[in-house]
T-cell receptor, first 111, second 113 residues
Framework: GNSVTQMEGPVTLSEEAFLTINCTYT??????LFWYVQYPGEGLQLLLK???ADDKGSNKGFEATYRKETTSFHLEKGSVQVSDSAVYFC??????????WGAGTKLIIKP | DAMVIQNPRYQVTQFGKPVTLSCSQT?????MYWYQQKSSQAPKLLFH???????NEADTPDNFQSRRPNTSFCFLDIRSPGLGDAAMYLC????????????FGAGTRLSVL
């Protein structure tokens, strides 16, 4: 079946460090891929998305590229801030149009 | 401006005492979803409405029910909450199923005593 695998957290970085959160998926066809962010005590917000191979989603300095050949959608940011501390979820939209979620990766940024 | 509003943000109930969580939206979206999210886990879809059509996930317990009286409002009813139902409950909307960019509310954190 369809699935999403994210790197385990927590990921702890210093401010201004480079961030990568790995996400790989298993799916039939060509799913759309998403990154959602959940700040402490809040609901989820769509961070970025990509709908086809080689698409790059970007928002707020975050980027992710849809790599069909490696079935990956890794999240990157060049210089993280304390305010980026949150839980990040990778997800795909399956053929039934439901979101399949990764387990989430907690990101902690230290000043 | 908040587009998906969940009330209350925090709800405390007693074991076995029915509780209702509410969600409203100003986006005029056709689809409304209810998720359960336990600590440090991914959201788990309970059910969704496409307009008035109710779609229950196969593994959603019968203890969970939902109502959608109109486009703007959707309710989650937990008929007899157990300790295992303590969680964050998230409401989300999307314009339609296929587009599926889901917009989430801030959630209601339910405690069961």
């Amino acid at each position: 079946g369809n699935s999403v695998t994210q790197m385990e957290g927590p990921v702890t970085l210093s401010e201004e460090a480079f961030l990568t959160i790995n996400c790989t998926y298993t799916a039939t066809g060509y799913p759309s891929l998403f990154w959602y962010v959940q700040y402490p005590g809040e609901g989820l917000q769509l961070l970025l998305k990509a709908t086809k191979a080689d698409d790059k989603g970007s928002n707020k300095g975050f980027e992710a590229t849809y790599r069909k050949e490696t079935t990956s959608f890794h999240l990157e940011k060049g210089s993280v801030q304390v305010s980026d501390s949150a839980v990040y979820f990778c997800a795909l939209k399956d053929s039934n149009y439901q979101l399949i979620w990764g387990a989430g990766t907690k990101l902690i940024i230290k000043p | 401006d908040a587009m998906v509003i969940q009330n209350p943000r925090y709800q405390v109930t007693q074991f076995g005492k029915p509780v209702t969580l509410s969600c409203s939206q100003t986006l005029n979206h056709n689809v409304m979803y209810w998720y359960q999210q336990k600590s440090s886990q991914a959201p788990k879809l309970l059910f969704h409405y496409y307009d008035k059509d109710f779609n229950n996930e196969a593994d959603t317990p019968d203890n969970f029910q939902s109502r959608r009286p109109n486009t703007s409002f959707c309710f989650l009813d937990i008929r007899s909450p157990g300790l295992g139902d303590a969680a964050m409950y998230l409401c989300a909307t999307s314009f339609n199923i296929a587009k599926n960019i889901q917009y989430f509310g801030a959630g209601t954190r339910l405690s069961v005593l």
